[in-house]
C-alpha cells in the first residue's frame, strides 16, 4: 500500500508540463454530482483556456441512447487537493450539441439573471450555510449510532466535542482544508444539532460564484466521504421523529442594503419573499415538506413569517443588523438539497427584478 500512496502523491510537475483537470458536472437528478479527467498541456489560468468536453447523456438520465451526446462547457476552476501541483478542478455546465442548456443546467438561467444591469450593480453577497448527515455505509444510518438504534436525546451534540458527542470530524476537518486548498471561500464548519450531522459555510460570495463554489465543496466533501468509506446524504428529513433536519440557509445582501437605511430595503425585499413564497418553496429542495414542520427551529411550509434573531422563521433577521440598521438577512427555508444557482438566483430576481 505504500507503493500505491507514492503513487498517487507524485508530483507531476517534476517531470512534465502536463496537469490533469477534473471535469465535474450535474447529473439528472439534479445531485448527482458526476466527473471524469483529462489531461492537458499546461497550467490553466482561466476556464476560458479550457475545451469544451462530451459525456455520455443517457447514462445520466439527461439524453436518449440515440442522441446521448452532452457536451460541458467549462465554467470556474479550482486547484485540485487530491492530485495537487497545478493540477484542477472544473466546474461546468451541460449543453446539447446544438449549444441550448439541458433541462437540468440551472447555472445557464442564473448566469442571466446575475449579469442582469440592475443585479450586477448591487453586487449581491451570499453565504451558504450547508448542512449535511454522515451515514453508515452498508446500513445507512448515521455514524455514531447504534445500528438499529438511537442516541441519547438532542442537546448535547451541536458544537460538541468528545467520543460520544462528535462523530466523523476526521472528514469534517479534511474536507475544511480541502476547500481552502481549492480557492473555496469556506468561511466556516461546525457540529450540528443531530448527531452524526455537521455544517460548513460558503462565502461570502458574489452572484454567481456562490453556486460554482457550494457545488464544488459538495463535490469535494463526496470524493472525502468516499475514500473514508462514509455515505453522504443531503436529505432534508434523514430520521424522523424528534430529530432536526437538514436546510441550507441563504444568507444575502445587495449593496443597498449593506449602506446607510439599508434596514428599509432589507424589510420592503422581506415583503417581496413573502409574496412568491410558494414559488420559492417549489423551487428550494426535494422532501422539504418532512422538515418545514414548525418545529425543530423552522417555520411551517405553509407559513411565511419574519423576525430579528428568530430562529423558527422563514426569514431571519440578526440582532447587529437591526441594531446597524444595516447589513444582510437569512433565508431559513431552503433544504440542504437544494440546488445553490436555482436559490441565489431567485432570491436576486424577486428581491431585485420583480416588481410586486
Not at 279 to 284: D, M, P, Q, T
Not at 320 to 336: I, L
Request: aromatic share 10%.
Amino acid at each position: 500500500m505504500s507503493l500505491l500512496q507514492d503513487l498517487l502523491n507524485l508530483n507531476l510537475s517534476d517531470t512534465t508540463d502536463k496537469i490533469i483537470a477534473e471535469y465535474i458536472w450535474i447529473g439528472g437528478s439534479g445531485m448527482d454530482l458526476r466527473s471524469k479527467a483529462r489531461t492537458l498541456s499546461g497550467p490553466i489560468k482561466s476556464p476560458k483556456d479550457l475545451p469544451n468536453w462530451n459525456y455520455d447523456g443517457s447514462s445520466t438520465g439527461q439524453a436518449p441512447g440515440e442522441d446521448s451526446e452532452v457536451i460541458i462547457y467549462p465554467q470556474a476552476i479550482f486547484k485540485d487537493p487530491f492530485r495537487r501541483g497545478n493540477n484542477i478542478l472544473v466546474m461546468c455546465d451541460a449543453y446539447t450539441p446544438a449549444g441550448d442548456p439541458i433541462p437540468t443546467n440551472k447555472r445557464h438561467n442564473a448566469a442571466k439573471v446575475f449579469s442582469h444591469p440592475e443585479v450586477a450593480a448591487e453586487v449581491p453577497w451570499y453565504g451558504i450555510e450547508q448542512e449535511y448527515t454522515l451515514l453508515q455505509k452498508d446500513v445507512k444510518w448515521p455514524i455514531g449510532w447504534p445500528v438499529g438504534g438511537y442516541p441519547g436525546p438532542q442537546g448535547p451534540y451541536y458544537c460538541g466535542a468528545g467520543a460520544d458527542k462528535a462523530f466523523g470530524r476526521d472528514i469534517v476537518d479534511a474536507h475544511y482544508k480541502a476547500c481552502l486548498y481549492a480557492g473555496i471561500n469556506i468561511s466556516g464548519i461546525n457540529g450540528e444539532v443531530m448527531p452524526g450531522q455537521w455544517e460548513f459555510q460558503v462565502g461570502p460570495a458574489v452572484g454567481i460564484s456562490a453556486g460554482d463554489e457550494l457545488w464544488v465543496a459538495r463535490y469535494i466533501l463526496e470524493r472525502i466521504t468516499e475514500i473514508a468509506g462514509v455515505v453522504l446524504s443531503f436529505d432534508p428529513k434523514p430520521i424522523q421523529g424528534d430529530w432536526n433536519g437538514a436546510g441550507a440557509h441563504t444568507n444575502y445582501s445587495t449593496k443597498s442594503m449593506r449602506n446607510d437605511g439599508g434596514f428599509e430595503v432589507i424589510k420592503k425585499a422581506i415583503e417581496k419573499l413573502g409574496l412568491r413564497h410558494k414559488e420559492h418553496i417549489a423551487a428550494y429542495g426535494e422532501g422539504n415538506e418532512r422538515r418545514l414542520t414548525g418545529r425543530h427551529e423552522t417555520a411551517d411550509i405553509n407559513t411565511f413569517l419574519w423576525g430579528v434573531a428568530n430562529r423558527g422563521a422563514s426569514i431571519r433577521v440578526g440582532r447587529d443588523t437591526e441594531k446597524a440598521g444595516k447589513g444582510y438577512f437569512e433565508d431559513r427555508r431552503p433544504a440542504s438539497n437544494m440546488d445553490p444557482y436555482v436559490v441565489t438566483s431567485m432570491i436576486a430576481e424577486t428581491t431585485i427584478l420583480w416588481k410586486a
